[in-house]
């Protein structure tokens, strides 16, 4: 079956199982590898992107289901993305499996709340697991993209 939606800006079609999960697809056929595989069930967000502007864990999302929509992913961010600059301004990463997912519910958070409270960034983080427990660095990453931290100087 023929499914066609936009990858980060850029009509794709593909020709695929419509059930295979758009985890797959993103990485194994769209070779768009910074979405990353946790646990297969949702539960993690390691594989979070955004569909509609909205986060998604893509490993439950049937690819038949983002037939004509907007999918994006972290290399949709650009690299530069306010967001992952605070990411590595704060230090957030340290096995840095998770921060893919993390970085894509962060934007997704302050696209809808551009300057969330402390208890916002920590319900709209929430279910992106960091085994790591980096937390506290990924509040001040949010907080900082966000514009509430002013930025650290050299010297």
């Given at each position: 079956?023929?499914?066609?939606?936009?990858?980060?800006?850029?009509?794709?079609?593909?020709?695929?199982?419509?059930?295979?999960?758009?985890?797959?697809?993103?990485?194994?056929?769209?070779?768009?590898?910074g979405v990353k595989y946790g646990c297969g069930v949702g539960a993690c967000g390691a594989c979070t992107v955004h569909v509609n502007g909205r986060p998604?864990?893509?490993?439950?999302?049937?690819?038949?289901?983002?037939?004509?929509?907007?999918?994006?992913?972290?290399?949709?961010?650009?690299?530069?993305?306010?967001?992952?600059?605070?990411?590595?301004?704060?230090?957030?990463?340290?096995?840095?499996?998770?921060?893919?997912?993390?970085?894509?519910?962060?934007?997704?958070?302050?696209?809808?709340?551009?300057?969330?409270?402390?208890?916002?960034?920590?319900?709209?983080?929430?279910?992106?697991?960091?085994?790591?427990?980096?937390?506290?660095?990924?509040?001040?990453?949010?907080?900082?993209?966000?514009?509430?931290?002013?930025?650290?100087?050299?010297?």
């Amino acid at each position: 079956m023929k499914i066609s939606f936009n990858v980060n800006g850029e009509r794709r079609t593909l020709e695929a199982d419509p059930d295979m999960p758009l985890l797959w697809a993103l990485r194994d056929l769209l070779d768009l590898k910074g979405v990353k595989y946790g646990c297969g069930v949702g539960a993690c967000g390691a594989c979070t992107v955004h569909v509609n502007g909205r986060p998604m864990r893509s490993c439950v999302v049937p690819l038949k289901s983002v037939q004509g929509d907007e999918v994006r992913t972290i290399e949709g961010l650009g690299g530069d993305h306010p967001v992952q600059r605070a990411w590595l301004e704060e230090q957030v990463p340290q096995c840095g499996y998770c921060q893919t997912g993390q970085i894509m519910q962060a934007v997704a958070l302050l696209e809808k709340t551009p300057r969330p409270t402390d208890a916002q960034i920590r319900a709209g983080m929430e279910g992106v697991l960091c085994r790591c427990g980096t937390y506290p660095r990924i509040e001040a990453a949010v907080r900082r993209a966000a514009g509430a931290t002013p930025a650290k100087t050299e010297g």
